[in-house]
């Protein structure tokens, strides 16, 4: 399968979970991940706001901002520019953008990709090497080549999601953790 076929058939994987399996499957990955000690530790978190059938992040979200982190999702402006890192106080703050993704209305409180500790990454495959298949855009691996080193890069996923070997390509960004259910 080439990479566009892959992410078909990955997305129509994911979509077949059912409602109740994805939400034991979500309240799972949840915990492991407040739990984590990379969380625990993070002051400011970098997360996709979730959409569809991918893992969801609203109870993370609210779960950080509750204990005082900064938590900050993304805003795509084009293909050019990529996306940016902006903070949020609450879901409610943010409004259906691009792909129908709930995004923030505007720039006003951008955050330097540098100054993230943690960031949860969304996907459609992944494997046990660090490899990624994202939704072809290339967004997250531009962004992603902007924050600090030590910046951890955690993907959420469901275990079906997993993969033996993920296509990676030269400009592709592994990433270093994969939380599951």
Do not use: W
């Not at 979970?17 to 991940?33: L, Q």
């Amino acid at each position: 399968m080439n990479k566009k076929e892959l992410r078909e058939h990955m997305k129509e994987l994911r979509d077949s979970i059912t409602c109740e399996k994805r939400a034991r499957y979500d309240e799972v990955i949840y915990k492991k991940v407040i739990n984590c000690e990379y969380y625990t530790n993070a002051k400011i978190l970098f997360s996709y706001v979730s959409f569809g059938s991918e893992v969801c992040t609203h109870k993370i979200i609210e779960h950080a901002l509750a204990n005082n982190k900064t938590v900050c999702v993304p805003k795509v402006i084009n293909r050019t520019e990529g996306m940016k890192a902006v903070k949020i106080n609450s879901l409610e703050e943010l409004n259906q953008g691009n792909f129908g993704v709930l995004e923030p209305e505007n720039l006003e409180k951008s955050i330097a990709p540098e100054a993230i500790d943690l960031i949860l990454i969304p996907g459609l495959a992944f494997d046990k090497f660090g490899g990624r298949l994202g939704y072809g855009a290339g967004y997250y691996d531009s962004f992603l080549k902007e924050v600090k080193k030590d910046a951890l890069k955690i993907a959420l996923s469901y275990s079906i999601q997993i993969l033996d070997k993920v296509p990676m390509e030269a400009h592709d960004i592994f990433i270093e953790n994969l939380i599951t259910n």
